[in-house]
């Protein structure tokens, strides 16, 4: 291992075991001069959709099993946080036992006894309701609908200069066929009372939380005049199939389009608010600059400038697949490039391919359509004419006109990332 990356990879594991609160610039003074190998060494890491990306897709934790998971790479384990390996991206629906695993707090369920356990509407409600799994089947309508599960940090370890929190590459996504009953059906029978504002949703894990004072229950909530009340699912099945625990046995919610941090897991009360809902979670936590792109500086925040409001909709992004840079190409020979791409603000509509780093873009095709929220599979031919390095570069536009920059951002809550991927791959003699 270089001196460089050894560097890098104390520095990416103190910035996990130190969870959130803690300043990376303090870090430097956590390192003992020894390991302080080389000025070159205290520079920021490299952009890490550069050329040199390929270790660094994922992140680059040890590879753990969890009950009912595959071989998944582990962040931290309590809480639980596991990324979903490059190459299960080459499908568009990802497998539940490969699927990402994000939770906050380290009391998380590990049995649900469906004999015992009720869904409850409450709040500000004509009837509170208290469900048994059978009735929510049997009383409402099923609906199905496809949606990626994408974390607000997803590909955090990107960010220059870094900040708290888990260190994730790109694998903290999914997409996930999700049957269930419609929100808005819960919410009808037991009567929205007028004067009411949001909906909040709480599951079944507890634990000490990042500020002790009301952080100790995972609470979110969603606006009533949001339009995305109308299409959000409270699921009981994922890729048909009951949820795996970790994602959320016996029922999540899906908010199609928005981060998954509304996702709520192992829900278990929707409470109607006559209130706006200021619990850290929605207050403090998982809030975005308002500003383009949610792009912001160190100094405007400590200065106060900048108006910080809930994170919502996940913008457009595209990603490659393969190849991954593991191994020579040879000459001449046709090769396909695949990945996928997705956007909450609509459907994906074109993904151009480069081979030359972004200078020169080609149409790639599209694969099929499992509606707007879904990943879209993409796939190109290639034909390496020489031998030598290229940088290849994926960038995706969706239906409204949304298409990925090549600018990076910064925030302090590592969220919104969405620059153009690039991947190195090498193109050796054929004979
Ligand atoms: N009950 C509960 N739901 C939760 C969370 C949590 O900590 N507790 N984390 C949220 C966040 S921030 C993410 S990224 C997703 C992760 O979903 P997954 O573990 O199924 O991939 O769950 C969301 N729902
Ligand atoms: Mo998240």
Request: glycine share 10%; aromatic share 10%; proline share 7%.
């Amino acid at each position: 291992m270089s001196e460089e990356k050894s560097w890098i990879m104390s520095r990416r594991f103190l910035l996990k075991v130190m969870g959130g609160g803690a300043a990376w610039l303090s870090l430097n003074k956590l390192i003992p001069a020894w390991a302080q190998v080389s000025s070159q060494a205290i520079e920021p890491l490299p952009s890490f959709t550069g050329p040199d990306a390929n270790p660094y897709w994922g992140s680059e934790g040890p590879f753990v099993i969890h009950p009912q998971k595959l071989p998944l790479i582990q962040l931290t384990d309590r809480p639980i946080q596991l990324e979903t390996p490059r190459h299960y991206f080459l499908t568009p629906f990802t497998p539940n036992a490969a699927f990402y695993v994000r939770w906050h707090l380290d009391e998380i369920p590990n049995a649900v006894s469906l004999s015992d356990w009720r869904l409850f509407i409450e709040g500000n409600v004509e009837k509170t309701l208290a469900l048994s799994m059978s009735e929510l089947m049997s009383q409402f309508k099923p609906v199905s609908i496809t949606a990626v599960n994408q974390c607000s940090g997803n590909s955090r370890s990107r960010f220059q200069p870094r900040v708290p929190g888990g260190q994730w590459g790109n694998g903290a996504m999914g997409n996930a066929l999700f049957t269930g009953v419609r929100l808005k059906d819960l919410m009808n029978t037991a009567g929205v009372k007028t004067g009411s504002s949001q909906v909040q949703f709480e599951g079944l894990d507890r634990g000490r939380g990042p500020e002790s004072k009301g952080s100790h229950i995972y609470l979110k909530s969603l606006g009533l005049s949001d339009p995305v009340i109308g299409e959000t699912v409270v699921a009981y099945e994922m890729n048909g199939e009951p949820l795996p625990m970790l994602n959320g046995f016996p029922v999540r919610l899906v908010v199609p389009g928005k981060f998954a941090t509304y996702w709520t897991k192992a829900l278990t009360w929707i409470r109607v608010l006559t209130e706006p809902d200021t619990n850290y979670w929605m207050s403090k936590a998982y809030c975005i600059p308002n500003t383009p792109r949610g792009n912001t500086t160190s100094r405007d925040i400590n200065e106060g400038r900048v108006e910080m409001i809930p994170i919502g909709t996940m913008p457009v992004r595209s990603f490659i697949i393969t190849p991954d840079g593991s191994g020579k190409i040879p000459e001449e020979m046709a090769v396909t490039v695949r990945g996928i791409a997705f956007s909450g603000f609509g459907r994906v509509v074109v993904v151009e391919f480069s081979w030359d780093g972004g200078k020169y873009w080609t149409k790639t095709e599209l694969g099929k359509d499992y509606g707007q929220y879904s990943f879209r599979t993409w796939e190109t031919t290639w034909i390496p004419k020489r031998t030598g390095k290229y940088v290849l570069a994926v960038r995706a536009t969706d239906e409204k006109g949304n298409i990925q920059p090549d600018e990076v951002i910064w925030n302090p809550g590592g969220y919104l990332w969405n620059k153009i991927e690039r991947q190195e791959i090498t193109v050796g003699a054929a004979k």
